[in-house]
């Protein structure tokens, strides 16, 4: 156990791209920087570049739904599909060819979402039977997907997940009871109201649990005796304070993330030791001079 007046080691937020692995010289090392490091020049331009053609990319897939927009504008949009899906194919080839192990950046969340962002309009390509056995709105809906390559440019982003990674035995916990007792009283309404009152069976009676303490309420099973209604308002009053306990679990990590030091995506150019703190000017390791942080 640590001493009382030993400072506390400031927790490293997670860097995704570190085990991906940075070149060490030549042009894979130049394209690195551009696409992995957010806090140089090129990089932020590449980063916000990036984001707006998601953004746009997104809402082409949008306006593609919308039967009368399609029907006049079907030629454009489908000429602005294939364009983002030729950029963000060149954006997944440059991501793979500049890592020194493409194997783990293909089989991370972030690879895993790029490579669903192009694959739908190229599966529609090639396999013209997908029309049929997946119907192409399929196919369109998973472009959706490049909405999620927005996380790693956000610096909040990260750090709500970061705050449900450290919250999540906390919030594992609180689920557990709360399916307990959703599933006991459950049980007793099926046991109180029965089958003649619309709550068939006790699977049945659970989801009016969960409908009821969430305070959704659909009403499409209601209770009819007096002690049915009572053990329902208390379920109402119950999952008020239900729901106000995930989001202090949650607003309490996220406070305590606002105190660690922040880590940037820089890179010493000697050692190439990555993750260094935003108020350093030094390597930590090799002692060089770290480019300048750009906020």
């Not at 998973?142 to 906390?170: D, Q």
């Not at 109201?193 to 989801?207: L, R």
Request: aromatic residues 12%.
């Amino acid at each position: 156990m640590p001493s009382l007046d030993s400072p506390a080691q400031p927790q490293q937020p997670y860097q995704p791209y570190q085990r991906f692995g940075k070149p060490e010289r030549g042009w894979r090392e130049r394209i690195y920087t551009v696409i992995f490091e957010a806090d140089t020049r090129a990089g932020r331009l590449f980063d916000l570049t990036l984001v707006g053609a998601i953004l746009f990319s997104v809402m082409v897939v949008v306006l593609s739904s919308v039967e009368a927009i399609a029907a006049r504008h079907g030629d454009l949009l489908y000429v602005l599909e294939w364009f983002f899906t030729a950029l963000f194919t060149v954006e997944y080839v440059a991501r793979w060819s500049c890592v020194k192990h493409p194997l783990r950046y293909a089989k991370s969340f972030f690879g895993v979402i790029d490579l669903l962002s192009v694959l739908p309009t190229y599966i529609a390509l090639a396999v013209p039977g997908a029309h049929v056995l997946l119907d192409v709105r399929i196919l369109r809906l998973l472009r959706m997907f490049r909405i999620l390559k927005l996380t790693p440019y956000v610096h909040e982003y990260g750090m709500l997940g970061r705050a449900l990674m450290a919250s999540r035995r906390k919030i594992f916990i609180f689920l557990s009871v709360v399916m307990m007792i959703v599933f006991l009283l459950g049980t007793v309404m099926y046991a109180v109201e029965g089958p003649a009152n619309g709550f068939t069976s006790i699977p049945t009676a659970i989801y009016w649990a969960i409908s009821t303490v969430t305070t959704v309420g659909f009403g499409d099973i209601t209770p009819k005796t007096d002690l049915g209604r009572a053990i329902s308002s208390l379920m109402m009053l119950l999952g008020w304070g239900i729901l106000a306990v995930p989001t202090g679990i949650i607003s309490s990590e996220i406070t305590a993330q606002r105190g660690l030091d922040v880590v940037t995506t820089r890179t010493c150019h000697e050692c190439l030791t990555e993750g260094h703190e935003a108020t350093a000017d030094y390597c930590k390791h090799c002692g060089a001079a770290l480019p300048p942080y750009l906020h």
